[in-house]
T-cell receptor, first 114, second 116 residues
Framework: SQTIHQWPATLVQPVGSPLSLECTVEGTSNPNLYWYRQAAGRGLQLLFYSVGIGQISSEVPQNLSASRPQDRQFILSSKKLLLSDSGFYLC?????????????FGPGTRLTVL | AQTVTQSQPEMSVQEAETVTLSCTYDTSENNYYLFWYKQPPSRQMILVIRQEAYKQQNATENRFSVNFQKAAKSFSLKISDSQLGDTAMYFCAFMKFQGGSEKLVFGKGTKLTVNP
């Protein structure tokens, strides 16, 4: 079965510090991968998605970047964190037509920027 | 661009009763999927139910059912026999076919509290 991992689970970082969040998927190949951010009391905002290695699409201009160095690895980064980067970050992959395009989500990373 | 609106930021229901959460969406597409996701306090996103737009029959999963009104662009979720474990944020989401780069658009969510 497919599983999706995210780490770290929680992170507290000072303003101006770098960031690296990692997402890995097991049990599938060539998945579409997604990064979402959920601010307090809000819905999910799509940040980036990737349809393959090295292929990144950005949905909103921001302080963050994403990379996909391997088929089942998706990384969210920042060179200098802002207070507004605080939130709950979710990685997801899409199951494809066989699972009616259901998106499966990782457990998330809670990021607090102080 | 597609938008999803959930007009009820918070709702509450007594255990064992029925509650309906509202969702409307805006699209010019004819083929698409609709989803309801549940996010309990653990914050894990869990799929509750899905609906393909080309299907007229409303989807049902145990105590969860939808009322899909395609012409009205409405997709409400009914929870019957509410249980304490149903307490969570509920998100309505829309996905259009996009040739391999499908993306979900989420509403802002409804916080549901089931009271004992």
């Amino acid at each position: 079965s497919q599983t999706i991992h995210q780490w770290p689970a929680t992170l507290v970082q000072p303003v101006g510090s770098p960031l690296s969040l990692e997402c890995t998927v097991e049990g599938t190949s060539n998945p579409n991968l997604y990064w979402y951010r959920q601010a307090a009391g809000r819905g999910l905002q799509l940040l980036f998605y990737s349809v393959g290695i090295g292929q990144i699409s950005s949905e909103v201009p921001q302080n963050l970047s994403a990379s996909r160095p391997q088929d089942r690895q998706f990384i969210l980064s920042s060179k200098k964190l802002l207070l507004s980067d605080s939130g709950f970050y979710l990685c997801a992959w899409i199951g494809g037509l066989s699972s009616y395009n259901e998106q499966f989500f990782g457990p998330g990373t809670r990021l607090t920027v102080l | 661009a597609q938008t999803v609106t959930q007009s009820q930021p918070e709702m509450s229901v007594q255990e064992a009763e029925t509650v309906t959460l509202s969702c409307t969406y805006d699209t010019s597409e004819n083929n698409y999927y609709l989803f309801w996701y549940k996010q309990p306090p653990s914050r894990q996103m869990i799929l509750v139910i899905r609906q393909e737009a080309y299907k007229q029959q409303n989807a049902t999963e145990n105590r969860f059912s939808v009322n899909f009104q395609k012409a009205a662009k409405s997709f409400s979720l009914k929870i019957s026999d509410s249980q304490l474990g149903d307490t969570a944020m509920y998100f309505c989401a829309f996905m259009k076919f996009q040739g391999g780069s499908e993306k979900l658009v989420f509403g802002k969510g409804t916080k549901l509290t089931v009271n004992p």
